[in-house]
């Protein structure tokens, strides 16, 4: 994708600004659940890169949502939207958005690393494509008459029920402070209800007969799952919303040009200027 900017030259006795390295984390939205004791959501994809990018040219930054919280059967819509990086000579970066929690009876959830529940189901396949670096993991399967399976996180597959916990994101210090993204929702369940993963997972919720309970909802700017419903006796309330994704970029602050549009978050540590997207935005090396 050319956006039309024109890059310096820098051959010998060029005398232009030197090209510079950038160190990216993206992760996409999480995926939202659903009630009747559905699997948690699956964590979004997550991938980094360090790249050289030239003065003048401009990255283009797309944070994804959140997959929303399903009332009754879940949908596609309930997967998390993709996050990107782009820009002239770049090698593009997409990460995957979770896949949705599937629900009783037999549901099984989407891809992006979905739990479910019921008839004892494998979970939903982990973030697509599947390639290396790995963007996730799988969901865990469902025990019928016990609960869901957890979501996929990025460093761990979601737990079969019962409970079903979470899977684990990745931790990484590109902020200068060690956090964690991508976790997988917790599924809900008929005894026990699974823990989220960290990296934003929601935690699921466990409920009985003629109840209707809602999962926690993923943390945002993490790429976390929804936490799975509980709900008997009725298609209940909407459930809970995957967390929405979070692209960083990390570079030294000597070079770093101070042209930025989104409003990112912008901080340093030690020698190097980080900026944390929350939507969508670019800056212009």
Not at 172 to 196: D, E, H, V, W
Request: aromatic share 6%.
């Amino acid at each position: 994708m050319s956006f039309g900017y024109q890059v310096l030259g820098f051959g010998a006795g060029g005398g232009g600004p030197a090209p510079y390295d950038i160190e990216f984390l993206v992760a996409g939205g999480g995926g939202g659940a659903a009630g009747n004791v559905s699997g948690g959501g699956g964590g979004g994809g997550y991938r980094t890169s360090t790249q050289e990018v030239a003065p003048e040219v401009a990255i283009t930054v797309t944070v994804g949502g959140g997959g929303p919280g399903q009332q009754g059967a879940p949908l596609s819509n309930a997967k998390g939207i993709d996050s990107t990086i782009s820009g002239t000579d770049l090698t593009t970066i997409t990460s995957t958005g979770g896949g949705f929690g599937g629900m009783a009876p037999g549901g099984q959830g989407g891809s992006g690393g979905a739990g479910n529940e019921g008839g004892s189901t494998i979970g939903g396949e982990g973030n697509t494509p599947a390639t290396s670096p790995s963007q996730g993991n799988d969901g865990g399967g469902g025990v019928s008459g016990q609960g869901g399976g957890g979501g996929g996180g990025a460093s761990q597959a979601g737990v079969t029920g019962s409970p079903g916990h979470g899977g684990e994101g990745t931790q990484n210090a590109i902020t200068g402070a060690a956090t964690y993204y991508a976790g997988g929702g917790g599924a809900g369940g008929t005894t026990y209800a699974g823990i989220g993963g960290e990296g934003g997972g929601g935690n699921g919720i466990n409920g009985y007969p003629g109840t209707q309970a809602k999962g926690e909802d993923g943390t945002a700017n993490t790429g976390g799952g929804g936490g799975g419903g509980s709900n008997y006796g009725g298609s209940g309330s909407v459930q809970a919303s995957g967390g929405s994704g979070v692209v960083i970029l990390s570079m030294p602050t000597a070079s770093y040009s101070g042209t930025s549009t989104g409003s990112p978050t912008v901080t340093t540590s030690g020698a190097n200027t980080i900026l944390k997207f929350t939507g969508t935005g670019t800056y212009t090396a």
